[in-house]
T-cell receptor
Framework: TQLLEQSPQFLSIQEGENLTVYCNSS?????LQWYRQEPGEGPVLLVT?????EVKKLKRLTFQFGDARKDSSLHITAAQPGDTGLYLC????????????FGTGTRLTIIP | KAGVTQTPRYLIKTRGQQVTLSCSPI?????VSWYQQTPGQGLQFLFE???????NKGNFPGRFSGRQFSNSRSEMNVSTLELGDSALYLC?????????????FGPGTRLTVL
């Protein structure tokens, strides 16, 4: 079974601060996705990274895929209360029968 | 364009009962996947259906089953419910294939087993 460990598990910071969330695995993934989930809703896809070393930016969010395609990071600049939510990474593999392997999640709270 | 809809949104059952959850994907999407989300295990893949056929299956016992209809709507069934089946069950419909695939999740059905 492939595992995706996210760190930190919980993060509470003040509005305007920067933060980084990590997603690590010992397995190689063909692609990796990041989702944000808010209470009472399903996860919403933020980005998909495919190439090792790839960096994608979505406004104040920067996503990076590790060179070996085993890990990824999400950096948020000048966090805002609207960034609050559960952040999930999910890896797609060419092996096994899992559709997507989801990470353990990072619950982010931005304090106004 | 309407999103993924799931019914019911909340459900309370007792041990030993069975339950059927429904998912209507986004119009035009032919693939539907089901996931179980719990605080302890996170999001785990149950199965995927495409054109009425199960295409992938996760590591869940046979009590968990599903099907897809010709209009792409999908149902999942859990028989002989256990306390540990209490979870948020999420359905996702898929656009695209391979690395360009995007999944759109519904709001989920929260199942409580007493």
């Amino acid at each position: 079974t492939q595992l995706l460990e996210q760190s930190p598990q919980f993060l509470s910071i003040q509005e305007g601060e920067n933060l980084t969330v990590y997603c690590n695995s010992s397995s190689v993934f063909s692609s990796l996705q990041w989702y944000r989930q808010e209470p009472g809703e399903g996860p919403v896809l933020l980005v998909t990274v495919v190439t090792g070393g790839e960096v994608k930016k979505l406004k104040r969010l920067t996503f990076q895929f590790g060179d070996a395609r085993k890990d990824s990071s999400l950096h948020i600049t000048a966090a805002q209360p609207g960034d609050t939510g559960l952040y999930l990474c999910a890896g797609e593999s060419n092996f096994g029968n899992e559709k997507l392997t989801f990470g353990t999640g990072t619950r982010l709270t931005i304090i106004p | 364009k309407a999103g993924v809809t799931q019914t019911p949104r909340y459900l309370i059952k007792t041990r030993g009962q069975q339950v059927t959850l429904s998912c209507s994907p986004i119009s035009g999407h032919r693939s539907v996947s089901w996931y179980q989300q719990t605080p302890g295990q996170g999001l785990q893949f149950l199965f995927e259906y495409f054109s009425e056929t199960q295409r992938n299956k996760g590591n869940f016992p046979g009590r968990f089953s599903g099907r897809q209809f010709s209009n792409s709507r999908s149902e999942m069934n859990v028989s002989t419910l256990e306390l540990g089946d209490s979870a948020l069950y999420l359905c996702a419909s898929t656009r695209g294939r391979g690395i360009r695939e995007e999944q759109f999740f519904g709001p989920g059905t929260r199942l409580t087993v007493l």
